[in-house]
């Protein structure tokens, strides 16, 4: 098991509603990252927070925004949500720092959220 | 455009076999490669890496994979299949032009192992 984790576990909302989800990064990573993962498909890339800001954004509209905190636990918002929306959402953890291209992230088990 | 391909969805491994899972990729320069794996209702763990050097890398649970340039390749490989390698393993690509940040790695579709007894 990681360092990381996530809440809540699953998540059940209906279309146009709004959602926030949270991520706890391990110990001594200062960059989170977060990941859409439809069924029977790999992780899509959101964005990433590093140093409190976004510091790189896949192909997600703006309803998709986040924020990282001192702590660099992290937050995933999504307003007005679609069907579509319904994955797993994964964070993952990272040590960067102007040169982490190349180390691992560390996962958390996920949320699902589902959208009626 | 930047990808990464694992043209199978379902390998069958009988326990105590050699086992590989492909993975190719379409990245222009030097990627980072890298392989996870997913077991159900838990998110992905890190197996192994490729940056440089060395083109067989060693990884956790007797995994290992071959970076092969010529052919744009990063197979997954372990010796002697368990049963309890079933599980989901997914290749990554990042391309280190985007950036010095971990970020937008680019994850395949997925394989699923299935090691029977």
């Known amino acids: 098991e990681t360092g990381v984790t996530q809440s809540p576990t699953h998540l059940i909302k209906t279309r146009g509603q709004q959602v926030t989800l949270r991520c706890s990064s391990q110990s001594g990573h200062n960059t989170v990252s977060w990941y859409q993962q439809a069924l029977g498909q790999g992780p899509q890339f959101i964005f990433q927070y590093y140093r409190e800001e976004e510091n790189g954004r896949g192909n997600f509209p703006p309803r998709f925004s986040g924020l990282q905190f001192p702590n660099y636990s992290s937050e995933l918002n999504v307003n007005a949500l679609e069907l579509d929306d319904s994955a797993l959402y994964l964070c993952a953890s990272s040590r960067s720092g102007g040169t982490g291209g190349n180390n691992e992230q560390f996962f958390g088990p996920g949320t699902r959220l589902t959208v009626l | 455009a930047q990808s990464v391909a694992q043209p199978e969805d379902q390998v069958n491994v009988a326990e105590g076999n050699p086992l590989t899972v492909k993975c190719t990729y379409s990245v222009s320069g030097n990627p980072y490669l890298f392989w996870y794996v997913q077991y159900p209702n838990r998110g992905l763990q890190f197996l192994l890496k490729y940056i440089t050097g060395d083109n067989l890398v060693k990884g956790s649970y007797g995994f290992e994979a071959e970076f092969n340039k010529s052919q744009t390749s990063f197979h997954l490989k372990k010796p002697s299949a368990l049963v309890s390698d079933s599980a989901l393993y997914f290749c990554?690509?990042?391309?280190?032009?985007?950036?010095?940040?971990?970020?937008?790695?680019?994850f395949g579709s997925g394989t699923r192992l299935s090691i029977r007894p």
């Open positions: 990554a690509v990042r391309d280190p032009r985007w950036g010095s940040s971990a970020s937008k790695i680019i």
